[in-house]
């Protein structure tokens, strides 16, 4: 029976409509018009739907997309609640503060859609292969960082498959809904891989990212983030590490005292007090000297150093760990700070405010440390809102034909400087970027093979037609600093369907060596399009062969 709760979206899809998809300057494929029926919603309720983040954006698109009739919805997140999550994250409680974000917000619609069934996923994007994403019909994205979109937006792009006439297959194209929020400005696109310009196309628009000089960091920190910064950067220092006698500090190196009792303190180095080195330091403006410079003087280094409440002088350097020593006590020799871990970013901001404190720089906050460490966009819940409300709305259209699609960039400033206290909503359309990285064409060509008795094997396939000096249509590497790309080495064959026959190299060489004699009619039919990947070439490059049995 339909359910009652979206009988008025039946009734929607039920009327002739003047603005369908087909009247829109994007179209999903050729030919798509919408054509009334009250049983489209059917169609909503059964779509496999990934929704890609949990946290602010992400709780406003799972409440839309399970209000809107969406009832298969997976939800991938890989970060756990904070307290600070709770004013504008409302699918969380205060007693949920620590749990996987994904698993928290699917238990809560559950509960409160009933019929609608949200399934969690607690973890990286990457952790999953292209084959678990080709399962969705629809990739709607709410996620707070640059590189996890252009991971996603590569992944989805790499999914589509093509026509024997070298044209997209609309049916193997995933859409992908992007929404981001910056304060009281948001966007919301349609992204159509291989159709349309994707995330990839458009980096340009980004700012670059804003970066000091090391020695302003290190000598003159003058705002928190400084701080932040300062303590990450010193994590994967790659100085001489400071020795148990005759070590070196520089100048407002932040450093862990050591005091009696086990008692240790942060202080910020001033000055050594040892004849010579300090000489050195000064004669070097305060950098750290050379390790072999300390040892030839033959001294035991000893500092004065300021801590919380004054200055202690005459400490040795034995008594000193610098910030890399301290990390690696805690954590482990050769760790990487894990920018998704909360015990690897909470340690890095006891750091920084510690050293704020010192510098009398106040406003350091976890989230600010979160925000120069990870390079997060800030969020305001109402901006959250009303972005969430349009990737719906996209989502709703894409799969229902039933209203033009924004083509392809909607931009909201809701605190614009052409409407006084008002609110500006416009839409851009971005051309593909014929040299981007994730995008670009597929080159194509022609192939001529033999059937039956004096037809090819695999091997004889890929050593004519892949292999072969000249065999492919090369072309050039597109993107920044274009060159020639070279034959391949080591190729990866796959059919139309995207299954792998052909492998010489890896694990999955091994699984495929039965299929080097036998036939290539027996895994590819007369006019199907075989896509060739190299190592050598890149993960982004392809190259494409449509082969005409003769």
């Not at 290539?520 to 190259?543: M, P």
């Given at each position: 029976?339909?359910?009652?709760?979206?009988?008025?979206?039946?009734?929607?899809?039920?009327?002739?409509?003047?603005?369908?998809i087909e009247t829109g300057s994007l179209n999903f494929m050729?030919?798509?018009?919408?054509?009334?029926?009250?049983?489209?919603?059917?169609?909503?309720?059964?779509?496999?739907?990934?929704?890609?983040?949990?946290?602010?954006?992400?709780?406003?698109?799972?409440?839309?997309?399970?209000?809107?009739?969406?009832?298969?919805?997976?939800?991938?997140?890989?970060?756990?609640?904070?307290?600070?999550?709770?004013?504008?994250?409302?699918?969380?409680?205060?007693?949920?503060?620590?749990?996987?974000?994904?698993?928290?917000?699917?238990?809560?619609?559950?509960?409160?859609?009933?019929?609608?069934?949200?399934?969690?996923?607690?973890?990286?994007?990457?952790?999953?292969?292209?084959?678990?994403?080709?399962?969705?019909?629809?990739?709607?994205?709410?996620?707070?960082?640059?590189?996890?979109?252009?991971?996603?937006?590569?992944?989805?792009?790499?999914?589509?498959?093509?026509?024997?006439?070298?044209?997209?297959?609309?049916?193997?194209?995933?859409?992908?809904?992007?929404?981001?929020?910056?304060?009281?400005?948001?966007?919301?696109?349609?992204?159509?891989?291989?159709?349309?310009?994707?995330?990839?196309?458009?980096?340009?628009?980004?700012?670059?990212?804003?970066?000091?000089?090391?020695?302003?960091?290190?000598?003159?920190?003058?705002?928190?983030?400084?701080?932040?910064?300062?303590?990450?950067?010193?994590?994967?220092?790659?100085?001489?590490?400071?020795?148990?006698?005759?070590?070196?500090?520089?100048?407002?190196?932040?450093?862990?005292?050591?005091?009696?009792?086990?008692?240790?303190?942060?202080?910020?180095?001033?000055?050594?007090?040892?004849?010579?080195?300090?000489?050195?330091?000064?004669?070097?403006?305060?950098?750290?000297?050379?390790?072999?410079?300390?040892?030839?003087?033959?001294?035991?280094?000893?500092?004065?150093?300021?801590?919380?409440?004054?200055?202690?002088?005459?400490?040795?350097?034995?008594?000193?760990?610098?910030?890399?020593?301290?990390?690696?006590?805690?954590?482990?020799?050769?760790?990487?700070?894990?920018?998704?871990?909360?015990?690897?970013?909470?340690?890095?901001?006891?750091?920084?405010?510690?050293?704020?404190?010192?510098?009398?720089?106040?406003?350091?906050?976890?989230?600010?440390?979160?925000?120069?460490?990870?390079?997060?966009?800030?969020?305001?819940?109402?901006?959250?809102?009303?972005?969430?409300?349009?990737?719906?709305?996209?989502?709703?259209?894409?799969?229902?034909?039933?209203?033009?699609?924004?083509?392809?960039?909607?931009?909201?400033?809701?605190?614009?400087?052409?409407?006084?206290?008002?609110?500006?909503?416009?839409?851009?359309?971005?051309?593909?970027?014929?040299?981007?990285?994730?995008?670009?064409?597929?080159?194509?060509?022609?192939?001529?093979?033999?059937?039956?008795?004096?037809?090819?094997?695999?091997?004889?396939?890929?050593?004519?037609?892949?292999?072969?000096?000249?065999?492919?249509?090369?072309?050039?590497?597109?993107?920044?600093?274009?060159?020639?790309l070279p034959g391949p080495r080591e190729p990866l064959v796959?059919?139309?369907?995207?299954?792998?026959?052909?492998?010489?190299?890896?694990k999955l060489a091994a699984m495929k060596a039965s299929n080097?004699?036998?036939?290539?009619?027996?895994?590819?039919?007369?006019?199907?399009?075989?896509?060739?990947?190299?190592?050598?070439?890149?993960?982004?490059?392809?190259?494409?062969?449509?082969?005409?049995?003769?």
């Open positions: 029976e339909p359910d009652p709760r979206f009988a008025a979206l039946r009734t929607l899809m039920s009327r002739k409509s003047h603005f369908g050729d030919g798509a018009d919408f054509q009334p029926d009250p049983e489209i919603q059917d169609g909503v309720e059964a779509a496999k739907v990934l929704c890609v983040g949990a946290g602010g954006l992400g709780c406003e698109l799972l409440k839309g997309l399970a209000l809107t009739g969406f009832k298969d919805v997976h939800v991938i997140d890989l970060d756990t609640i904070d307290v600070t999550n709770l004013n504008r994250q409302f699918l969380f409680r205060k007693k949920d503060v620590g749990e996987p974000k994904a698993t928290v917000a699917a238990a809560f619609v559950n509960a409160r859609v009933p019929g609608v069934k949200v399934t969690p996923h607690f973890g990286k994007l990457q952790d999953y292969g292209p084959e678990w994403y080709r399962e969705f019909n629809l990739v709607i994205a709410g996620l707070d960082n640059i590189e996890a979109r252009r991971w996603l937006n590569q992944t989805l792009c790499s999914l589509v498959k093509y026509e024997s006439d070298g044209s997209v297959d609309m049916m193997s194209v995933i859409p992908l809904i992007d929404g981001g929020t910056e304060g009281f400005k948001g966007q919301a696109r349609v992204i159509l891989p291989m159709k349309t310009s994707c995330f990839e196309c458009t980096m340009n628009m980004f700012p670059p990212a804003q970066t000091k000089a090391v020695c302003t960091l290190e000598n003159n920190p003058r705002q928190p983030s400084d701080c932040a910064i300062y303590v990450f950067m010193k994590i994967d220092d790659d100085a001489p590490e400071a020795a148990a006698a005759g070590a070196v500090f520089g100048k407002n190196e932040q450093v862990a005292l050591s005091l009696e009792g086990g008692v240790v303190e942060t202080g910020i180095v001033l000055e050594c007090e040892t004849g010579g080195i300090k000489d050195q330091i000064v004669a070097t403006e305060n950098d750290a000297m050379d390790l072999d410079t300390a040892h030839s003087s033959g001294a035991v280094a000893t500092y004065s150093v300021r801590v919380p409440g004054g200055v202690r002088t005459g400490v040795p350097g034995t008594a000193l760990a610098t910030i890399r020593q301290q990390w690696e006590a805690d954590f482990g020799a050769g760790t990487k700070v894990d920018k998704d871990s909360r015990a690897h970013m909470m340690w890095i901001h006891e750091r920084a405010a510690a050293r704020a404190s010192l510098f009398t720089i106040g406003g350091l906050t976890y989230e600010a440390t979160l925000g120069s460490v990870k390079n997060i966009i800030p969020a305001v819940a109402s901006t959250n809102a009303v972005i969430a409300a349009a990737c719906v709305l996209e989502a709703y259209k894409c799969l229902t034909f039933s209203g033009q699609l924004c083509n392809s960039y909607l931009l909201f400033n809701g605190q614009s400087m052409n409407v006084a206290g008002g609110i500006d909503c416009s839409t851009q359309w971005f051309e593909r970027d014929p040299e981007c990285l994730h995008c670009q064409d597929t080159k194509q060509k022609d192939v001529q093979v033999p059937r039956g008795g004096g037809g090819l094997t695999v091997r004889g396939f890929v050593e004519r037609f892949v292999l072969a000096p000249g065999a492919l249509d090369l072309g050039t590497v597109a993107g920044p600093g274009a060159s020639t796959y059919d139309s369907e995207g299954g792998c026959f052909y492998c010489t190299t890896g080097m004699d036998q036939a290539l009619e027996d895994f590819v039919e007369d006019g199907e399009v075989v896509t060739i990947t190299d190592a050598t070439w890149g993960k982004n490059v392809k190259r494409a062969l449509r082969v005409q049995y003769s």
